[in-house]
C-alpha cells in the first residue's frame, strides 16, 4: 500500500515531540548492521495518564518515486503492544528474524501508534483502530557499510519545475534543504528533511506552486544535504 501523508504521521527522521506531545521516541532513526540481528527503541509516557500503544513493522520500497509499504515477517517489535503508566518508559526490540543481511541494505518503517483507552478504540470506516498520534520510524538493515550513489536531474515538465534523484549505491540517502540557486530566485523544495531515496530507487521533488521558474537550457546549482554533508552539483534545466 502507498504511504499515507496525514499530519499524524511524525517522525521520519525528525524531532516531533510538541509540548502537547506526551509520548516520546528514541531514537527516531534505527540502524542494525550485521552481524546484529537487532536493536532497542525506548517509548516513555510524559503524560499523567496510562498510555496504550501499538507497534508495527512494514517492508519499505519505491516504486515509481512513491513510498510503498507492505507487512511484513522479516522483522517484529516486540512487544507489539503495551499500556505504559504516566511517567513510565518501556524498551520494543526490533529483530529481524529473518537473519543477517548479506548484501547492501534492507528497509523497514516502524509505527509507534498511541491508541485511545480500549473502551474508546472504536474502529474507523476503513476497519482500522483510531490511532491518536503515530510515530513513523525509518529502519535500515545493513551489510558493512554500504554507500549511496545519487545521480541528479532537473528539468521541465508540464509547466513545473521536477529535481530527480536516482541511487544506483546499495544504501539509502537522506536528503535535507534541497534548493536550487542561481535562476531567477532560489527555489526551496522544503527546509528540512526532504525525504529517502532508497537503493535502485528515484524521488522526485516538483518546485512550490508560486516559485519564479527557470527557463529550460538555464544554467543553476543544486543544493541539497546528503546523510548530513551538502552537495553542490552545477546542472542544466532540462525539458522531457
Do not use: C, K
Not at 46 to 64: A, C, H, I, K, S
Not at 86 to 93: C, I, K
Not at 144 to 168: F, H, K
Not at 189 to 199: A, D, K, Q
Amino acid at each position: 500500500m502507498r504511504l499515507q501523508s496525514a499530519s499524524l504521521l511524525l517522525a521520519l527522521g525528525a524531532t516531533p515531540v510538541t509540548a502537547q506531545t506526551a509520548l516520546r521516541v528514541q531514537p527516531l532513526t534505527v540502524e542494525v548492521t550485521s552481524p546484529a540481528q537487532a536493536s532497542a527503541v525506548s517509548v516513555q509516557n510524559g503524560g499523567p495518564r496510562p498510555m496504550n500503544l501499538r507497534v508495527r513493522v512494514f517492508d519499505w520500497t519505491q516504486v515509481n518515486g512513491q513510498d510503498q509499504i507492505a507487512p511484513t515477517t522479516e522483522v517484529v517489535a516486540s512487544p507489539p503492544a503495551m499500556t505504559i503508566p504516566p511517567g513510565a518508559s518501556y524498551t520494543v526490540r526490533i529483530a529481524r528474524t529473518a537473519g543477517p543481511v548479506s548484501m547492501g541494505e534492507r528497509s523497514y518503517r516502524l509505527w509507534i501508534d498511541e491508541l485511545p483507552p480500549p473502551a474508546r478504540q472504536m474502529p474507523s470506516g476503513g476497519g482500522e483502530v483510531d490511532v491518536r498520534l503515530r510515530y513513523d520510524l525509518p529502519a535500515f538493515f545493513r551489510d558493512g557499510d554500504p554507500q549511496p550513489a545519487l545521480a541528479w536531474r532537473a528539468y521541465r515538465s508540464g509547466g513545473q519545475l521536477v529535481i530527480e534523484a536516482t541511487n544506483s549505491g546499495r544504501s539509502h540517502a537522506r536528503i535535507d534543504n534541497l534548493r536550487l540557486e542561481g535562476a531567477q530566485a532560489p527555489i526551496s523544495f522544503g527546509s528540512g528533511l526532504n525525504g529517502y531515496v532508497l537503493p535502485g530507487a528515484t524521488r522526485r521533488w516538483v518546485a512550490p506552486a508560486g516559485a519564479v521558474l527557470p527557463t529550460a537550457d538555464s544554467n543553476v546549482t543544486l543544493v541539497a544535504g546528503v546523510g548530513g554533508r551538502e552537495i553542490r552539483q552545477a546542472t542544466t534545466i532540462a525539458t522531457r
